[in-house]
């Protein structure tokens, strides 16, 4: 009988096995920051070109009308249902939203009401992606709440006006937001035409409320002056945890909406505090600071058209142990002065600048004619 060799059954061993497996989890460890790098390098470039598409709408608003559009405007109704004041006038972007090729938007908002009005419902649920980061993840329309107070107000966070207050919002009705807001300046206000005037004043940034500021009034130069800088929404759920549902309505020109100061550093860190500073508040002027969930910075446009990317290490002023009314800490050589506002209005504040208070470079950027001198190598 001849011999015929036995077959050996082909495969791997275990250990060989094993080997494979490891190798594919350090090429997998090694390659996917790098993967993560890339994507967020995409998404933060889609940001700067989404500011750069709002920065030059504003632009061309600027050389129709012959100023930037204005972050709110009082209206001279003050008895609900039709509650002009600035909470619930239209946003900066809702009264530009035809320079930035969204005409049927604009077409159906009715500027003779407010954007709390009823009859305006339906546009606050359109969701426009050149308003939102791609890496501003938590920014996800969101049904309006059903619960209402007796007032006919929805809660939490929004004060829609319902004409009449028995007709309800429909059901499924959406609040969509954005990730960017104007900027107010170095500080910004729950202003009213009904507070003295020390307070609009103090708005010296180029979009704020009741503001027509014309490309002639930047005087520290277009290059040298915020226009929008990012305000993400994810940013505040850790700064305005109690309102952090409704901030950012896009359509709504609340200050904490739309609208940015430099007070604060960019992307304040979790904690509430500036260089060791506490800051109690939550929900009045902390919301106002910008952020982004870009690493290291926040976008920001500038006058001029460009858009740059700001570090969160940028120069910014100082804090002390100094404090307002609403227990905000204030920067040193600033100080607040009480003001008394008409009723139905409360007491409001006008922030000062004190004689040789030094503004850091983040808030020099945010004035549009300050004299300040900026290079731009320092930021």
Not at 208 to 222: E, F, L
Request: charged fraction near 10%; charge should be negative; hydrophobic fraction near 35%.
């Amino acid at each position: 009988m001849a011999f015929q060799p036995t077959r050996r059954r082909s495969g791997f061993t275990l250990i060989e096995l094993l080997v494979v497996i490891a190798i594919i989890a350090v090429l997998i460890a090694l390659l996917l920051p790098a993967v993560q790098a890339a994507r967020e390098a995409a998404r933060r470039a889609q940001c700067t070109n989404n500011l750069k598409q709002i920065a030059l709408a504003a632009n061309n608003y600027e050389s129709s009308n012959g100023c930037f559009p204005g972050g709110s405007y009082e209206g001279t109704i003050f008895n609900p249902p039709h509650w002009a004041s600035f909470p619930e006038n239209f946003s900066v972007f809702a009264r530009m939203s035809n320079y930035f090729e969204q005409g049927a938007i604009y077409n159906a908002i009715n500027f003779n009401l407010t954007s709390a009005d009823i009859a305006n419902y339906t546009i606050c649920g359109v969701t426009i992606r050149s308003l939102i980061c791609p890496s501003d993840t938590q920014n996800q329309s969101i049904a309006f709440p059903s619960s209402q107070n007796s007032g006919g107000s929805v809660t939490p966070g929004w004060s829609f006006n319902e004409i009449p207050t028995n007709f309800p919002l429909p059901a499924g009705a959406m609040q969509a937001f954005t990730s960017y807001a104007g900027n107010a300046g170095t500080f910004t206000f729950g202003y009213s035409l009904l507070m003295p005037t020390q307070v609009l004043q103090q708005f010296n940034g180029t979009i704020y409320n009741d503001s027509a500021v014309k490309i002639a009034a930047i005087t520290d130069g277009t290059s040298n002056t915020f226009l929008f800088g990012e305000h993400s929404k994810g940013h505040l759920y850790i700064l305005d945890p109690r309102y952090a549902v409704s901030d950012n309505s896009w359509q709504s020109g609340r200050w904490y909406d739309t609208l940015f100061a430099s007070m604060y550093p960019p992307n304040l860190a979790a904690g509430n505090s500036v260089n060791g500073v506490s800051l109690s508040n939550e929900s009045y002027y902390l919301p106002t600071d910008a952020g982004s969930y870009h690493p290291g910075g926040a976008n920001f446009s500038f006058a001029d058209g460009s858009v740059h990317f700001i570090k969160n290490s940028i120069s910014s002023w100082a804090f002390g142990q100094s404090f307002d009314s609403y227990g905000d800490a204030l920067p040193n050589g600033t100080s607040m002065a009480s003001v008394s506002a008409t009723p139905p209005f409360t007491k409001g504040g006008s922030y000062l600048l004190n004689s040789g208070a030094q503004l850091g470079v983040y808030q020099k950027l945010s004035t549009r004619a300050g004299g300040e001198v900026v290079s731009s190598d320092s930021y």
